[in-house]
């Protein structure tokens, strides 16, 4: 009996263990210490820093920079580019994180050097105005928007990394006008506004999205707002605050497959606080391809694919003041023929034409000057045609230019055009982009028609006129619009015409300045070709400055589409 009780005790004893909860355990937390940080500051001007952070029982670190970029790293590197130029002090300070969210922090200094700048790109940015030193005279602000307006204001194409020798500026998709903003101009893509602000003193360069409440989502980077429709969507999102922006060289060497559309500034914009410009694609770095005072071309790299480069176009004008692409409604958005001049020497013969000599009566304007096939007055160089006007007693004439038109080798009818030049300065000069009906020689002009879509007067700088002439309106009676180009002989900008059946209507950098009307009683119902010339002098260039040397225009491509 007692062997019984025992047992039963036994039993009891082991259930009651069996049945005890294991005592919870605590991982040990422990506070990061001896906290250090060494640099690798680069010594080529870059302005490149790799800073690494250690720590005892840290198991993440962050970070924080003066400028307002943060970095987070769990093994403790990070890399940053510094870009104010010459020798700098940062100040910074990294927090090293342990188990449970506990962390210690340190601030440091950092002595960079840098040799970069774009001080050009800053004031166009923002308006501001800079010094040779890029000491701020002047601080501004300036908005821009999506140039919906412009074919390729959204498009994607290859990066180096992906058939290269086959893909480069978009060839998987370029938009046509306001394609991407739906029926309705203000869309969640189309009514943003991008704000660049140049401050007083610091150089400091600032931006802020106003995105209205929502933005367009990539396809592929919509796991950010929890949606996966599988094609481009707009989603609910903050984009609200300000972030910094450093301006630094491009890290990519484009010019190993020659871009055809444009040559890229090399300038990149890097925003903290993970800004963005107004399509998301999990990037915020930005390539300034090309900017004026109204115009902005950036391409950046896909954040998930660095096979793909997306690009994107800015105007200053908000794009329910953009118009449309053509006064009728029509739009031309396929590329049927370009010039893009990468290839230096002379002009294609194949495309172009040469007109020489004085032609009859100074063409009939009473020019002045003497039309050469010279490479003194006309060459491509550095991805530009060179057109140059000079002082020199040639075959009689006390100046020399040149004139090349694509007559019997490319004619169209209705289209765009678009041109972007820099024109040349100086009292007498003349230049123009225009067009000519191709029946010319047996419909004497003014009955062949004439379309300017680009003249330039260096008597009266800065004023851009477009034009037409035919037997109803020609020559003093032509009828004109015209337009302030500030700086047309210091920077680059778009000349177009958009001509279709019922209206011409010309523009500068995609806005509009004015229409004119075709109807069947004038002679722009054929096909026409195109000019190119610099002129001195004449009817219209007025008096030609006695101490005038040369000047040059020079165009970075033509393009026309239909």
Not at 164 to 179: K, L
Request: proline letters at 3%.
């Amino acid at each position: 009996m007692k062997d019984v009780k025992l047992l039963i005790v036994i039993l009891l004893a082991m259930l009651a263990f069996g049945c005890q909860e294991d005592e919870p355990t605590l991982d040990t937390i422990l506070v990061p210490s001896n906290l250090s940080v060494s640099t690798e500051v680069s010594t080529d001007g870059s302005g490149i820093v790799v800073f690494t952070a250690s720590a005892d029982d840290a198991i993440t670190y962050t970070f924080k920079f003066s400028d307002g970029d943060v970095q987070v790293s769990p093994n403790g590197t990070v890399t940053k580019r510094f870009t104010l130029v010459g020798l700098n002090t940062y100040d910074y300070a990294v927090v090293a994180y342990g188990t449970g969210g506990v962390s210690s922090s340190a601030s440091y200094q950092v002595a960079v050097e840098s040799d970069f700048s774009d001080f050009v790109a800053m004031e166009l940015l923002t308006g501001g105005d800079l010094n040779d030193d890029g000491e701020v005279v002047s601080a501004s602000s300036k908005t821009w928007y999506l140039a919906a307006v412009e074919p390729g204001h959204l498009g994607v194409g290859a990066t180096l990394a992906f058939l290269p020798d086959q893909f480069w500026f978009p060839a998987f998709f370029s938009a046509s006008p306001f394609e991407k903003c739906g029926e309705a101009i203000s869309s969640c893509f189309c009514d943003d506004e991008f704000t660049f602000t140049l401050n007083a003193t610091g150089n400091q360069l600032t931006y802020e999205h106003d995105n209205k409440g929502a933005t367009f989502f990539n396809a592929g980077h919509q796991d950010i707002v929890g949606g996966s429709v599988g094609e481009d969507a707009c989603f609910d999102f903050d984009t609200s605050g300000v972030s910094s922006v450093s301006l630094a060289p491009t890290s990519v060497d484009w010019t190993q497959v020659p871009d055809p559309a444009f040559n890229s500034r090399g300038t990149v914009m890097n925003f903290t606080n993970d800004a963005f410009m107004g399509y998301y694609i999990s990037t915020s770095s930005y390539e300034i391809l090309e900017i004026t005072n109204n115009s902005m071309h950036v391409r950046a790299i896909d954040g998930n694919d660095s096979n793909l480069a997306w690009y994107l176009k800015f105007s200053t004008t908000p794009v329910d003041e953009q118009g449309n692409s053509g006064g009728s409604g029509t739009t031309f958005e396929n590329l049927v023929w370009s010039q893009e001049f990468d290839t230096d020497g002379a002009p294609d013969s194949a495309v172009w034409n040469y007109d020489l000599g004085t032609g009859d009566n100074g063409w009939g304007n009473n020019e002045s000057q003497y039309y050469t096939d010279r490479p003194e007055n006309i060459i491509i160089e550095d991805g530009v045609l060179k057109i140059t006007a000079q002082a020199e007693s040639f075959n009689g004439s006390d100046y020399t230019s040149s004139r090349i038109q694509t007559y019997q080798n490319f004619e169209f009818q209705y289209g765009r055009v678009d041109a972007r030049a820099k024109l040349p300065t100086g009292g007498g000069t003349w230049p123009a982009i225009w067009m000519l009906g191709a029946d010319f020689e047996t419909n004497i002009w003014p009955a062949a028609g004439e379309i300017d879509i680009m003249e330039h007067v260096g008597n009266n700088q800065d004023q851009i006129l477009g034009s037409t002439h035919d037997p109803i309106n020609h020559a003093g009676d032509a009828r004109s619009v015209e337009t302030t180009v500030t700086g047309a002989s210091d920077d680059f900008h778009v000349y177009s015409v958009i001509w279709t059946e019922t209206e011409i209507t010309f523009l500068v950098d995609d806005v509009e300045y004015g229409t004119l009307s075709n109807d069947a009683n004038r002679p722009y119902d054929k096909d026409f070709f195109l000019i190119l010339n610099v002129a001195m002098g004449g009817n219209f260039g007025g008096n030609i400055d006695p101490g005038f040397v040369s000047s040059t225009m020079e165009v970075d491509y033509i393009r026309v589409y239909q």
